[in-house]
């Protein structure tokens, strides 16, 4: 997350598998479940089209949980501007991480920290 946010594309693919696959919120939403980014080719259109569709895009991790299955669970708030209209926007999000060999090998985003809580069996909090 700390090189998403200093813009530092290589440091952040340094921590990404090769072989990853980046489930977002946004993509599921519009192209259903089988939209995904796969690969680090894939993380370079992530990357681009993220940072040219809106500008000042951050996220912050409010709470960060170790579900002991090689999976993270991050809860918190992402934010951005419309490049166009300079509206400031954000939203809640929660991630599902799963890490292997200390890279991130795939991570689904969910709109609420609801549904990213009862995707790994933790609808009560």
């Known amino acids: 997350m700390e090189a998403w946010q200093r813009d530092d594309y290589d440091s952040w693919l340094a921590t990404l ?71 400031a926007t954000e939203s809640p999000l929660g991630m599902v991480v799963t890490i292997r060999g200390g890279k991130i090998i795939r991570s689904v985003d969910y709109f609420s920290h609801q549904e990213a809580l009862k995707a790994v069996g933790l609808e009560d909090g």
Do not use: C, K, N
């Open 17 to 87: 598998d090769p072989a990853i696959e980046w489930h977002t919120g946004l993509e599921r939403l519009v192209e259903g479940t089988e939209s995904f980014y796969r690969g680090h080719d894939g993380m370079r259109r992530l990357w681009d089209g993220y940072r040219s569709q809106f500008e000042d895009f951050e996220v912050e991790a409010q709470e960060l949980r170790d579900l002991g299955d090689d999976r993270v669970l991050l809860l918190g708030r992402f934010g951005w501007r419309g490049p166009a209209s300079g509206i």
